[in-house]
């Protein structure tokens, strides 16, 4: 258990709605990472906060795509106006210290009909 | 343009043999490696790391190898294990003058140990 829980485990949506996915890691954990993965690839960084602070986002992370951490402690991912290329393995990730490994969630599996 | 390369997709592997994993990487600001292990459904998960400064790290069956010189590490698995079979990331950050990037990964290797 690496104490990062991610909630749905899997959604699927109709293309065009809008779906938002939650992270909750354990306390100690002040970095907060957002990462997607898709068949046949190793997980692509898409954004990442310090305490509430959103620190970098990724050139992946298009105008639809929104995360926030409004006190520090769990975060939220919402896609608007889904499209089918948004279909995949989201993967939230947390880490103590700056270097020191990620722990990542078991991720919420998006599909887009 | 890939940083992170594992040009092996999948490697089969005798229980009891050593497995070896192997991962290239072209950013010779990358100065933290680490390996990660995916079962399906499941997220990565942490399995050892290595850091720039040094060429080997061990624990317990794993043990990594760094060669900054042709920026390439290895995983070896020793002996491998049935329960070992699953997808292998290698992942990189990189330093950039204390401000550190974030971790990029390869496309992973899917390691089967045959009993």
């Known amino acids: 258990d690496t104490g990062v829980s991610q909630d749905p485990r899997h959604k699927i949506t109709k293309r065009g709605q809008n779906v938002t996915f939650r992270c909750d890691p354990i306390s100690e954990h002040n970095r907060l990472y957002w990462y997607r993965q898709t068949l046949g690839q190793g997980p692509e960084f898409l954004t990442y906060f310090q305490n509430e602070a959103q620190l970098e986002k990724s050139r992946l992370l298009s105008d639809r795509f929104s995360a926030e951490r409004p006190k520090g402690s769990f975060s939220t991912l919402e896609i608007q106006r889904t499209e089918q290329g948004d279909s995949a393995m989201y993967l939230c990730?947390?880490?103590?210290?700056?270097?020191?490994?990620?722990?990542f969630g078991n991720g919420t599996r998006l599909t887009v009909t | 343009d890939q940083q992170v390369k594992q040009n092996s997709p999948s490697l089969s592997v005798q229980e009891g043999r050593i497995s070896i994993l192997n991962c290239d990487y072209t950013?010779?600001?990358?100065?933290?490696f680490l390996w990660y292990k995916k079962y399906p459904a499941e997220g990565p998960t942490f399995l050892i790391s290595i850091s720039s400064i040094k060429d080997k790290n061990e624990d317990g069956r794993f043990t990594v190898f760094l060669n900054k010189s042709a920026k390439h590490l290895s995983l070896h698995i020793v002996p491998s294990q049935p329960g070992d079979s699953a997808v292998y990331f290698c992942a990189a950050r990189a330093n950039y003058g204390g401000s550190q990037g974030n971790l990029i990964f390869g496309k992973g290797t899917k390691l089967s140990v045959k009993p």
């Open positions: 990730a947390a880490s103590r210290q700056p270097n020191s490994p990620l722990h």
């Open positions: 950013n010779s600001m990358f100065d933290y």
